[in-house]
Nanobody
Framework: QVQLVESGGGLVQAGGSLRLSCAASGRTFMSNAMAWFRQAPGKEREFVAA????????YYADSVKGRFTISRDSAKNTVYLQMNSLKSEDTAVYYC????????????????WGQGTQVTVSS
């Protein structure tokens, strides 16, 4: 089993920055990719960004391109999400996820999920 633990959420003013971390433990050597998703109140969960565990390629939702950066530290089994120029519409619970199998769609196929961390952006 894989365990994912997120941290780094909090309250920030619009235009500010936060960095989320996701520490993975368990059988992480089998990982294909890790990603961040978010869910705002009353809305469905949505894909934010993903990173290939093997070669570090990254993928982003259009809504965060140019503002968010996903990265991984293989030695620490940790994935980060640097969020800059935050907007009120970024307010959500952010979830880390990991998948074992490769698919052509980087926003689907995730097998393990963290408990989530709240990000609140005040305007």
């Amino acid at each position: 089993q894989v365990q994912l633990v997120e941290s780094g959420g909090g309250l920030v003013q619009a235009g500010g920055s936060l960095r989320l971390s996701c520490a993975a433990s368990g059988r992480t050597f089998m990982s294909n990719a890790m990603a961040w998703f978010r869910q705002a109140p009353g809305k469905e969960r949505e894909f934010v960004a993903a990173v290939s565990w093997r070669d570090g390629r990254t993928y982003y939702a259009d809504s965060v391109k140019g503002r968010f950066t996903i990265s991984r530290d293989s030695a620490k089994n940790t994935v980060y999400l640097q969020m800059n120029s935050l907007k009120s519409e970024d307010t959500a619970v952010y979830y880390c996820a990991e998948r074992i199998r490769s698919t052509s769609n980087w926003s689907t196929g995730y097998d393990y999920w963290g408990q989530g961390t709240q990000v609140t952006v005040s305007s």
